[in-house]
């Protein structure tokens, strides 16, 4: 079967409810396609304990303020999930849950959107589809040798299954530290990272975050002065947990081990320790393989583009992928404007 909409939108994630949202408010028809059988896009699978940098009021989407969540200064995922939940339905977002996109073909006017479901033609397509199923691990010696468990950030869920083990994390981000910081006190941790932990000051949340990205990009616009951005302030927040692990001694961090043995990780002055699990909390990549078919340029996974829009195809844009697609748009207050632009720039070709 065959359907047609003027746009759809790869992914119902908060990046796909955002452009959801603006494209409403334009008249545009549009459908939602998401691979998950439930509303809440990825948050439905982090770990437990995982709290938001920001107040709820601060973690909003367009339109609706996210309400705060009893007790809780910054929510945790759960608060987030049902918050996306009441937004799809509030706004009646027309999202079809349950329907992976598999490929999007160029038909000349138009785009054809196979999915497991039937076929979409749209004249333009939003991928939206994220990071989250793209987790990455870096290639390092001996992974295949080391019969102990090895799992990504995107397994994790809570340190009852690591009591009383030995566990390296690996990553010096916000995954590895604060993962790290969960697991202590239920397991013998060992924090590896490539470089000394950068904290950020504590006082700073994701509400500097999304201004210090939002500045950055105002000023390269404009020809002026790169700041660096939150790079420049350091990559860890140091949220309660991590602060209160760290200020007890509990995050001192080892340098990258050079390789794991059958048994552990080897160092490179040739010192070993004998480990259970590893934890590989080393980033993602850009979601894009349905985009395969278009055959558009890329340059470390990333389709180049102009602002949201590929640069190679004006009827595609990307939303929520990071600083490459949008200042903080991979945050939930950063995603909102550049879902508005892109709205903005769709009705624009369209008309």
Known sequence: MTRRADVVVIGGGQAGLAAGYHLRRLGIDFVVLDARPAPGGAW????????????????????????????????????VVAYLVDYEKRYGLPVQHGV????????????????DSGTWRARTVVSATGTWTRPFVPAVEGRREFAGRQLHTVQYKDPAAFAGQRVVVVGGGNSGAQIAADLTGHAQVTWATRRPPRYLADDIDGRVLFDTATARRRALDEGRTDTGGVAFLGDIVAVPPVRAARDAGLLAARPMFTRLTATGAQWADGSQQDVDAVIWCTGFRPALAHLAGLRLRAARGHIATDGTRATDDPRLHFLGYGDWTGPASATLIGVGRTAREAAREIRDLLA
Not at 45 to 51: G, I, N, P
Not at 100 to 115: I, P, Y
């Open 44 to 79: 439905q699978h982090t770990w437990d304990s995982l709290r938001l940098f920001s107040p709820a009021a601060y973690s909003s989407l367009p339109g609706r303020l996210m309400p705060a969540q009893e007790g809780q200064t910054c929510p945790d995922a759960a608060h």
């Open 100 to 115: 992976r996109v598999d490929a999007v073909h160029d038909e000349g006017t138009l785009l054809r959107v196979g999915t």
